[in-house]
């Protein structure tokens, strides 16, 4: 088995669509072992099951606490031994034990050129803030929400006529490219986590990140 990853999501996937389009395709060499949901609804599990991906639902509130669910979603992910775990669209805020028992092999996608705008809503709040360019981050995930270190980002103009929606899809395309490119670099080796810092190929990284272009690979 390549690379094996597990990942977690709670809605639509399209950012899981792009990783099962890149492994299928050979750009990228990872075994999706199992996507894990904790809403029952996600779209993304119909994408996991489509590409023959086994799959898990385990919602939040079965559990009593954060601690609960997040020690009872380690269980199932662990079953798994994967060298990585994705979050791709899971919505909920991870306990300090979560997040530390996978510090430095887990990585979230964030829609905001981190550190600007953490939390929710980010299209509309770059809108209100008549910020010049909006993009996305892609870092590792550490205990304080999103805070870890970035690995990469993309950046896009915020056009005049721009509506949170029109923003959204634009950062989701930039989403679907560098993604799977951090995933594939961290499979390679290529990106690492040393001392709450990333580094790729050896060099440490800005805080943020590199800056996507078309020449990087
Ligand atoms: C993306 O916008 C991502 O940046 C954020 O959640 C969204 C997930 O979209 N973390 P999808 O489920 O992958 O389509």
Request: glycine share 6%; proline share 4%; net charge negative.
């Amino acid at each position: 088995m390549s690379f094996p990853i597990v990942v977690l999501i709670s809605g639509s996937g399209s950012n899981l669509q792009a990783l099962i389009n890149q492994s299928l395709q050979g750009q990228l060499n990872v075994t999706i072992s199992a996507v894990i949901s904790n809403k029952a609804d996600a779209y993304g599990l119909e994408r996991a099951r489509e590409a023959g991906i086994p799959t898990h639902t385990l919602s939040h509130k079965a559990f009593d606490s954060r601690e609960e669910f997040d020690a009872a979603l380690q269980i199932i992910i662990d079953q798994y031994s994967p060298k990585l775990v994705v979050l791709a669209g899971f919505m909920r805020i991870l306990s300090e034990g979560f997040a530390t028992h996978y510090l430095g092999r887990m990585l979230n996608i964030h829609p905001s050129l981190l550190p600007k705008f953490k939390g929710l809503d980010t299209h509309q709040r770059a809108i209100d803030a008549r910020e010049k360019e909006h993009g996305v981050s892609v870092h590792f995930v550490s205990p304080e929400l999103d805070a870890g270190a970035v690995i990469i980002q993309a950046a896009t103009l915020i056009e005049n006529n721009d509506t949170a929606d029109s923003l959204g899809n634009k950062i989701h395309a930039l989403e679907h490219i560098i993604y799977p490119l951090a995933v594939r670099w961290f499979s390679e080796g290529r990106v690492t986590f040393h001392d709450g810092k990333a580094l790729l190929d050896h060099k440490e990284l800005p805080a943020s990140g590199i800056l996507y272009n078309n020449t990087l690979q």
